[in-house]
């Protein structure tokens, strides 16, 4: 079945630095991916998604691409801020379906 | 315009009671889904409505969970009897119509099953 790998988190980043968290994906064709944001006390939010092979979705600053050959879709920042902290998803959605397929999550802390 | 309504926020029971949960989706959006999400786990889908049908409830445990839509607006989500595992963050989404349309998520209901 459908699967999404993350990165283990904590990553603890200080202020500014570059960030990477890594996502890989097992589906079935040609998934959308996407890339959700849960802070604090909150629901998740969409930062970012792509719909085909070498496609850039970008928001915020964050930005990835989606990479067929690798099945990867890695998150990045260049410069991370201390509002950058939460958890982040990665997730697929097959081709023709509704149904989203999510990652463990990734927390993300930034010290100023 | 108002997001995803979901209450309550937080409910702490003891296992083999019952609990409920209500979700209001965004105006207008006809496909609601109810997800769990256990601790240190992405969110997983437990059922799927389209307006007042249902469209996916394959990962329900349909012993102790039940889920309804009556009208194809707000819908509720009820546990009885509740299990330890059971404890979970409870997710509420919607969106316009299927597929590539995004998912609105709620802030969740926070269980916790003692």
């Known amino acids: 079945g459908d699967s999404v790998t993350q990165m283990e988190g904590p990553v603890t980043l200080s202020e500014e630095a570059f960030l990477t968290i890594n996502c890989t994906y097992t589906a079935t064709g040609y998934p959308s991916l996407f890339w959700y944001v849960q802070y604090p006390g909150e629901g998740l939010q969409l930062l970012l998604k792509a719909t085909k092979a070498d496609d850039k979705g970008s928001n915020k600053g964050f930005e990835a691409t989606y990479r067929k050959e690798t099945t990867s879709f890695h998150l990045e920042k260049g410069s991370v801020q201390v509002s950058d902290s939460a958890v982040y998803f990665c997730a697929l959605r097959r081709s023709g379906y509704s149904t989203l397929t999510f990652g463990k999550g990734t927390m993300l802390l930034v010290s100023p | 315009e108002a997001g995803v309504a979901q209450s309550p926020r937080y409910k702490i029971i003891e296992k083999r009671q019952s609990v409920a949960f209500w979700c209001n989706p965004i105006s207008g959006h006809a496909t609601l889904y109810w997800y769990q999400q256990i601790l240190g786990q992405g969110p997983k889908l437990l059922i799927q409505?389209?307006?007042?049908?249902?469209?996916?409830d394959s990962q329900l445990p349909k012993d102790r969970f039940s889920a309804e839509r009556l009208k194809g607006v707000d819908s509720t989500l009820k546990i009885q009897p509740a299990k330890l595992e059971d404890s979970a963050v409870y997710l509420c989404?919607?969106?316009?119509?299927?597929?590539?349309?995004?998912?609105?998520f709620g802030p969740g209901t926070r269980l916790t099953v003692t």
């Open positions: 409505f389209q307006n007042n049908g249902v469209v996916d």
């Open positions: 989404a919607s969106s316009l119509e299927t597929q590539q349309y995004e998912q609105y």
